[in-house]
């Protein structure tokens, strides 16, 4: 269970404050897919940052399975994301100097991986994401666009996370490939009982998900 409970943020800026959230409640139960909808700069980005302690709120509380996030130390937070989160960033942050599988197993590493199965457990992940054995060869730089959103959707379901949080997961993908990466996602929630949260600007998906939340302006409008 995920709760989120009165959750503002406020960046300081040189003109001024920016409210980017403004009392924020909601939440999403154990193996629910739910999708976040909203217009550019409503506060999508910085909700996920914050639901995956990227971030901490300036007001209010998460609260995951009775543990209040923000209120976690640093390191802890650290393994708190290590452990229960994949996170699908919107800009994918690959590291550049390592190639596909590298950074794939470099996450199976971190989450503690047996070092004799990380490589193999890589490769069915990027298979998964339909990532071919030359491509799995090739630095972020020498993939497309898609192919590196799909390397990173491997990465974040690396250590099989309790939550999945993904920032536009599709967004770089034809509709076919898109399907497909949903279709994973959805497995994911039903069969393995996985908690997920997606931003998306495709209604198409977002009529597919449990439940769907509107963001204007920093606030919930639906839920
Ligand atoms: N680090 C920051 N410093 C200052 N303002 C920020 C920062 N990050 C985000 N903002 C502002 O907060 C608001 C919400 O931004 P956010 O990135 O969450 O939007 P979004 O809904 O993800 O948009 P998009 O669909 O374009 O990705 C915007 O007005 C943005 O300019
Ligand atoms: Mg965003």
Redesign the pocket.
């Known amino acids: 269970m995920l709760e989120v409970k009165n959750v503002s ?1 406020t ?3 040189a003109s001024g404050p ?1 409210h ?2 403004k009392d924020i409640t909601f939440k999403v139960n154990t193996g629910e897919f739910v999708s976040i909808v ?12 914050i639901l995956g302690a990227l971030d901490t709120p300036t007001d209010g509380s998460i609260t995951v399975d009775d543990t209040a996030i923000e209120k976690l130390s640093g390191h802890q937070q650290t393994k708190y994301r290590g452990k229960k989160i994949g996170f699908v960033f ?1 800009q994918y942050n690959l590291i550049p100097n390592l190639t596909a599988l590298e950074n794939v197993v470099l996450a199976l590493e971190f989450g503690g991986y047996p070092a004799t199965s990380r490589v193999d457990r890589a490769v069915k992940l990027l298979e998964s994401v339909g990532i071919e054995e030359d491509q799995q060869h090739r630095r972020p730089t020498r993939l497309s666009g898609g192919q590196q959103q799909r390397v990173s959707i491997a990465r974040a379901l690396a250590n099989e996370p309790a939550f999945i949080l993904a ?2 997961p599709t967004g770089n993908l034809d509709s076919a490939t898109g399907k497909k990466i949903f279709d994973l996602l959805h497995d994911l929630s039903r069969n393995q009982n996985t908690t997920i949260v997606v ?1 998306t ?1 495709d209604l198409d998906i977002a009529g597919k998900t449990d439940r769907t939340f509107t ?1 204007v302006d ?1 606030k919930i409008t639906t839920k």
């Open positions: 943020k960046f300081n800026t920016v980017a959230l909203g217009k550019s700069g409503s506060g999508k980005s910085t909700l996920l940052s919107q920032d536009e931003v600007h963001i920093g």
